[in-house]
DNA sequence: TTCACGTGTCAGAACTTTCTTACACATGAA
DNA sequence: TTCATGTGTAAGAAAGTTCTGACACGTGAA
């Protein structure tokens, strides 16, 4: 089944992660080839471990990968990542519902929570 | 009838406007109420004029709005905007196509090179 | 021990985005 | 003229993003 409608706020964060040819380009090879490891992928898209890292962090963060640690038969600790289930449709209605669910715009000049000491 | 489909490039440009809870908001205002010109937009949203023009210009490059300038009855020059008409689906499938037709990362140097797995 | 492979993280440079404040120009009305 | 309305742009601060080049840790094999 497909994964519940995102609030603003998530879309926000899966629009952004998406928005780098980067992490685009990670996304269309991990729905290619299934799944894959992090030294792996990063060879294969030609950038550095920790540049590849950073952006796994994001796509993960925004809920369009997901990872996990694995041990290969020789023992070594292997992250695979492969691509989530998602299924975004953005339209002006959809995106005017989406708006709905957005945190409103920071307005810390009335009375909210102990903010500083 | 409904736009073609963006090409990799111009669809990074789409989902980076999309990218940030104020221009989600402009484009939700703007579905809502049909059309709007700049001062009053800014004013409806909360936010300075500059900001908003800075903003609707890069929805407008993302071909997420359009604008055009008219002349009120008062001779003043007013500029509306409204909502372009795009309807995007994102899946990693779709994403995947869209990477077939994305700039070739930054390869001032040497040619392409035949990847092994 | 050393090498080749895997994992992760940190610091800083370079660049981009976001936002404010200030300026310039136009019009019609008082 | 001055005020209120509309347009646009420019400079610079602040914050965020992207990327490189170390570093630290693990394993199994030579």
Redesign the pocket.
Known sequence: MTPRRPTGDELVEML?AL??P??LRIVAQLAVVGRD????L??EIG?????L???L??LEAAGLIV?S?EL?E??????FFEVADFDLHLSAATLAEAVATLTPPDSDKGPSHKERS
Chains 1, 2 share one sequence.
Do not use: E, F
């Not at 490891?37 to 792996?40: A, D, G, I, L, T």
């Not at 950038?47 to 540049?51: E, K």
């Open positions: 952004a928005a780098n980067l992490r490891y992090v030294s792996h990063a060879r950038i550095s471990r920790p540049l890292h950073m952006h962090q994001r990872g640690l290969s020789d023992g070594k600790a292997m992250k």
